[in-house]
């Protein structure tokens, strides 16, 4: 079965320094999509970066940056510089295609980030 | 600029009320999508749709039924409610990978 593992319920980071968020997943299937989404204290999810299966580089968005270990079954996000406004909560998700061109997500439990100034 | 919108931000029923939630996007997407997020579950899908009138089971649809009449149009209904079915609730809609979200619905049975 899939499934996606966030291991942290809360982390705390200083304004202006980096902070990693963790997420593993299990899946057997060879084709999969991982992502980061962001959701602020008003409920809107926010995409942030996408990693899929067969990329060989790791994916970066401005600060955001995944750490994509796939022998370990990691997609780690990675936040530079943080900022005030990064404190929020934050998923991560697989996806899982189907022949019809749809998928479906598979979410975590979430990790709630507070950044301290 | 993609636009999912939902009907209500906040929305307040009673045990035994027929609830519908709506959900409207502007980007000619096939793919529709319905979620409950419940504190340490994180997002669990309800029902999905990926063409008119077609509908599939996620992974927790006890209690729920959907309906999509216009590609654009994705209806989640709580034939009665009760109060375990007290969550915020999210559609997306996806042409691919990515899903869309809307700003979500906070219901609350009393």
């Known amino acids: 079965a899939q499934k996606i593992t966030q291991t942290q319920p809360g982390m705390f980071v200083q304004e202006k320094e980096a902070v990693t968020l963790d997420c593993t997943y299990d899946?057997?299937?060879?084709?999969?999509?991982l992502f980061w989404y962001k959701q602020p204290s008003s409920g809107e999810m926010i995409f942030l970066i996408y990693?899929?299966?067969?990329?060989?580089q790791n994916a970066t968005e401005g600060r955001y940056s995944l750490n994509f270990q796939k022998a370990r079954k990691s997609a780690n996000l990675v936040i530079s510089a943080s900022q005030l406004g990064d404190s929020a909560m934050y998923f991560c998700a697989m996806s899982r295609s189907f022949s019809g061109g749809y998928n479906k997500l598979i979410f975590g439990a979430g990790t709630r980030l507070a950044v301290h100034p | 600029d993609v636009k999912v919108t939902q009907s209500s931000r906040y929305l307040v029923k009673r045990t035994g009320e027929k609830v519908f939630l709506e959900c409207v996007q502007d980007?000619?997407?096939?793919?529709m999508f319905w979620y409950r997020q419940d504190p340490g579950l994180g997002l669990r899908l309800i029902y999905f749709s990926y063409d008119v009138k077609m509908k599939e089971k996620g992974d927790i649809p006890e209690g729920y039924s959907v309906s999509r009449e216009k590609k654009e149009r994705f209806s989640l209904i709580l034939e009665s409610a009760s109060t375990n079915q007290t969550s915020m609730y999210l559609c997306?809609?996806?042409?691919?990978?990515?899903?869309?979200f809307g700003p979500g619905t906070r219901l609350t049975v009393l």
């Open positions: 899946t057997s299937d060879p084709s999969y999509g």
């Open positions: 990693q899929g299966s067969y990329d060989q």
């Open positions: 997306a809609s996806s042409t691919g990978d990515e899903q869309f």
């Open positions: 980007m000619d997407h096939e793919n």
